[in-house]
């Protein structure tokens, strides 16, 4: 193809930018960062494999 292309350089525009979160948010990230960084986060296996069972089975199978 020659030419300009169709979609005036569009693809290549960077997306605008997001709203930047509430302060709350932007509080819990940090204190998230901060536990990970200092080995004290835990991962609760339960609550993953619950969010892993309720996107793979249909509503009714999920804790059984």
């Known amino acids: 193809m ?6 005036d350089e ?7 930018p997001a709203l930047p979160p509430e302060d ?4 819990k990230v ?3 960062q901060a536990s990970i960084q200092g080995g004290t986060y835990e991962v609760n296996s339960h ?3 619950d969010a ?13």
Not at 10 to 16: D, E, G
Not at 24 to 27: D, E, F, R, W
Not at 52 to 64: S, T, W
């Open 2 to 7: 020659t030419g300009p292309a169709r979609d």
């Open 10 to 16: 569009r693809r290549f525009a960077c997306p605008s």
């Open 24 to 27: 709350g948010a932007v509080t």
């Open 30 to 32: 940090q204190q998230l």
């Open 47 to 49: 609550a993953v494999a």
């Open 52 to 64: 892993i069972l309720k996107r793979l089975l249909p509503n009714d199978e999920v804790g059984k």
